[in-house]
């Protein structure tokens, strides 16, 4: 038996792997942006949120991309209790200033920005 943190768990099922789903998003989602990161979301008809990191082309070598996307999961892991379900959501984030705490900020200015956080 699994226990769940409070602070919530990511799970495998919360993951967008599959392309077709990452065009969509990209083509029809709703988006946001502020300075170096951007969201695209979309309802997906579910009782839970799926979320893919994407990295734009050239984002450093794979050591930086590896620890980019690491933060991106810590963080979404760490806010997800706090955001409304039934979203399929992408957060782009750009080269730059890239540590955990730009990151914890970006991502609760663009769920904000998004209507994405709980009241």
Known sequence: ???EL?????????RIKNPVI????FKDG???SISGAKIFY???????NR????????????????????????VYRLLKTHLNTG????????????????RCVQFRTLFQKAGL???
Do not use: C
């Open 87 to 102: 979203y399929d959501i992408l957060l782009l984030v750009y080269p730059g200033n890239d540590s955990f705490s730009t």
């Open 1 to 3: 038996m699994e226990t």
């Open 30 to 32: 709703k988006r946001a």
């Open 42 to 48: 979309k309802e997906n008809g579910t009782e839970m």
């Open 22 to 25: 990452f065009r969509t998003l």
């Open 51 to 74: 979320i893919g990191f994407p990295l734009p082309r050239g984002y450093g070598n794979a050591v930086q991309r590896n620890l980019s996307k690491r933060y991106s999961r810590e």
């Open 6 to 14: 409070k602070t919530g768990f990511f799970k495998r099922e919360e």
């Open 117 to 119: 956080l709980k009241e």
